[in-house]
């Protein structure tokens, strides 16, 4: 570099001293052309040695002379450029004008001596060329007035790529040392060698498990990206699959025609990709921890300086790809419990406090199990350290398939175990994971060849209800945990005692339900409908009743929604069904006609699938008209879908009679009204309790009946316990009522009993 500085400072102080007698040439009134053209003829010569390019601009046309050396610098060749300053206008980088003319006023003007500047101009094919321009005066007149400005173009191209190079190379090692992201300083890396040769693209791709994954590739293609995303290396599986199989450098010089791109090449030549350079990326240790690769849009084999890119691409690649990984790995064992590869407690605390802010600001509730394991020192003790990590690592095994993906789980220490249960709607959502952790733990293990049957306690805490921050909760699940170990082990608690009463008793109803819908130990009792001016029965409504041997009666608001959460609320809703049905043949058969059976259908299972060919199977087997049968469904299914609709018609086009339950306190609309073929509207309890003492509940009431009539629906009123509300329901219209005035849900041998007759109250 030093022998080349020298150079052009000698070269430098030829120009200066020919173009001082060049301009003394000119301004001589007594030189001869033969001398004036010696001089310029000089100057040309040393600006050909100095590889500059010369201009000379006369600033009164705006003509401007282009030396050959001037023109070949951007591609040109002699003849191809008009000698106008619109030339150079043309040519020169958008934002490099403005600040280029700026100092030729200045220069100009006499604000500056000297007139140096660097600048970007557009090569023929394309890219930038980075140019020094320097131009001295030429001047005439006792004025010293300006006429010309000679200059020279030098190319500093090559200085400046190193320039910027070096201070890329700089700002990648100042990444490293602060440890920015991996991903931010692999597109850095690709961009700096990017930059120093044209049309190259550059790609990092990270070995993992024996398949190779894209860490950074920024100027490439993502959907090439994703082509190749996952692939496995192999000594045929294009340039970096074969780099990182071998551990050494591949160089494909054409993608088209290489048989390691056989099966990839229509992958990369739709995007223009032509050769691949790739060298493998190893760690301190030799290691193969991926490869770079380098892709030209032509064919072609690296030149010296691009075979030393690759090698130094990679090597620096290497640094953060081994540093990443092995921060990774610190992580991992700071993170994660080694012997059961849970969570450890410092990330269990990190993420429950992340959790607690979420949770705090979205209002949510989560639930928070503390799990012991029940005489595990004894374990310990009897069978020694190893079998009891032995049984640690299956019991995290059995935690981990109890919890929802959703959940999160980590090993505290020793044998304890938290589990936090995210997004629960009610008090039980965290139980049943604890009941469910229960059951798998218990169930037997084998461990040194002996049979073994482990068992845990668990503490159950909620957020925010017990606690507010992570230290809160904690010691409130740790106190439930042990008022579980006080209860006997081997259950759960909460840290509320009357929550975990509760949960026992949801618990035992669904342990005996199941058993009691599948051996038919229900039964069902009639409550009559009755017309309002008759008092005639013109019909009941089936209702189920559990009478538990340990239980007692349990009340059906607790056992139908426990059907539906342990889906058994299908095979119940046949019971009753083929029950009521029967029943409902039974007193025909008896003589007693036109009795309206009415059941109860959830939701869930009124859009199911199966309830038409259900209903059509009931019909058939129990011989009931379908104009006999009503079926019960809440206002929560009445909306504009057409899969309700259409299950509406369905039923509506076998003869079933359809009627609205609870009417007025969920989301009916007129709107949904209006879709909807339905027989009767029945107004909920809620409203007929305050019809006598309260104006607007009469006014709705009364708004209802007419409104339903108005829509051709007959109307039941439901809860009716005094011979005032009956009153005042026919003076509002209403045609049918149910209620303890008329009568209780009796026993089917108790209808039989009482149909014939008018009930005007008990």
Not at 45 to 51: V, Y
Not at 76 to 97: F, G, P, Q, R
Not at 527 to 547: C, T, Y
């Amino acid at each position: 570099m030093t022998e080349i500085a020298n150079k052009e400072t000698q070269l430098q102080k030829e120009i200066e001293q020919l173009r001082s007698e060049l301009v003394a040439a000119h301004l001589s009134k007594d030189v001869r052309t033969a001398e004036l053209l010696n001089s310029e003829e000089r100057f040309a010569l040393a600006m050909r040695g100095a590889s500059d390019g010369l201009w000379d601009w006369d600033l009164a046309t705006d003509d401007v002379y282009y030396s050959p050396r001037w023109k070949s610098m951007l591609g040109y060749s002699e003849h191809e450029l008009e000698n106008t300053l619109s030339t150079w206008a043309a040519m020169v980088h958008v934002d490099d004008k403005g600040f280029v003319l700026k100092n030729v006023q200045k220069f100009l003007s006499g604000e500056v001596d000297t007139f140096e500047v660097e600048m970007r101009m557009r090569h023929k094919v394309g890219h930038d060329v980075f140019i020094r321009s320097r131009a001295f005066k030429v001047t005439r007149g006792e004025n010293n007035e300006t006429i010309r400005l000679i200059g020279t173009h030098v190319d500093i191209t090559q200085q400046k790529k190193s320039e910027f190079f070096n201070e890329r190379n700089t700002k990648i090692l100042e990444l490293i040392a602060k440890g920015k992201p991996a991903s931010k300083i692999y597109a850095e890396i690709a961009l700096m060698y990017e930059e120093r040769h044209s049309g190259l693209r550059c790609s990092m791709l990270e070995l993992k498990g024996g398949k190779l994954l894209h860490a950074g590739a920024p100027s490439l293609p993502k959907s090439y990206c994703k082509a190749v995303h996952g692939l496995e290396y192999g000594p045929q599986v294009g340039s970096c699959g074969t780099s990182t199989y071998t551990g050494k450098r591949v160089l494909v010089e054409n993608i088209a025609t290489d048989p390691k791109w056989a099966d990839l090449k229509y992958v990369a030549l739709p995007y223009g990709m032509r050769s691949c350079w790739s060298e493998p990326i190893k760690s301190s240790s030799g290691k193969v921890l991926g490869a770079f690769g380098m892709y030209h849009d032509y064919p072609a084999l690296p030149n010296e300086q691009e075979s030393n890119d690759l090698t130094s691409a990679a090597r620096l690649a290497g640094i953060v790809m081994e540093r990443e990984q092995n921060q990774k790995r610190i992580q991992n064992l700071a993170y994660t419990d080694e012997l059961t590869k849970l969570s450890s407690r410092p990330h269990f605390y990190i993420n429950i406090e992340e959790l607690v802010k979420i949770s705090a600001r979205e209002k949510n509730k989560f639930g928070l199990l503390y799990i012991d394991l029940d005489n595990f020192k004894t374990v310990n003790d009897s069978l020694g350290h190893d079998v009891g990590d032995l049984l640690l690592k299956k019991v995290a095994q059995r935690l981990k398939s109890a919890c929802r993906e959703i959940d999160y789980i980590a090993r505290l220490s020793g044998d304890e175990f938290c589990i936090a249960v995210n997004n629960v709607m009610d008090d039980y959502g965290a139980a049943h994971v604890a009941q469910r952790c229960l059951e798998l733990i218990s169930k037997p293990v084998e461990l040194a060849g002996r049979k073994f049957t482990p068992a845990c306690s668990i503490g159950i805490a909620h957020y925010p209800d017990d606690g507010i921050d992570l230290q809160t909760i904690l010691k409130a699940a740790d106190t439930a945990l042990y008022a579980a170990k006080d209860l006997g082990k081997n259950r759960f608690a909460f840290y509320k005692k009357e929550l975990t009463d509760k949960a026992e008793y949801r618990f035992k109803i669904e342990q005996h339900l199941r058993e009691a819908i599948e051996q038919q130990q229900l039964s069902l009792v009639y409550q009559p409908k009755v017309d309002i001016k008759s008092g005639n029965i013109i019909g009941v409504e089936a209702l189920s009743r559990w009478n538990h041997p340990l239980l007692g009666q349990v009340s059906p608001v607790d056992f139908i929604s426990m059907a539906e959460q342990i889906g058994m609320i299908k095979p119940l809703t046949e019971w009753v069904l083929k029950t009521a049905c029967n029943q409902s043949t039974l007193w025909k058969e008896a003589g007693f006609s036109s009795i309206i059976m009415a059941v109860n259908i959830s939701p869930s299972h009124f859009l199911d699938s199966d309830l038409v060919p259900l209903i059509k199977r009931v019909i058939k087997e129990t011989g009931i008209l379908p104009g006999d049968l009503e079926l019960e469904v809440t206002e929560g299914v009445i909306q504009t879908n057409p899969e309700n609709l259409a299950v509406f018609e369905h039923l509506k086009e076998l003869g079933i009679l359809l009627a609205i339950d609870d009417f007025g306190v969920g989301y009916s609309s007129f709107a949904s009204l209006k879709h909807l073929n339905v027989d009767y509207l029945k107004i909920d309890k809620y409203f007929i309790d305050d019809i006598l003492v309260d104006h607007k509940a009469k006014l709705l009431v009364g708004s209802m009946i007419e409104m339903g009539h108005n829509l051709e629906h007959k109307i039941t009123a439901e809860g009716i316990e005094s011979e005032e509300q009956a009153t005042m329901l026919q003076e509002l219209g209403c045609d049918y009522a149910q209620g303890y005035f008329f009568s209780k849900p009796v026993s089917a041998n108790q209808i039989s009993k009482l149909l014939g007759r008018k009930l005007t109250g008990q």
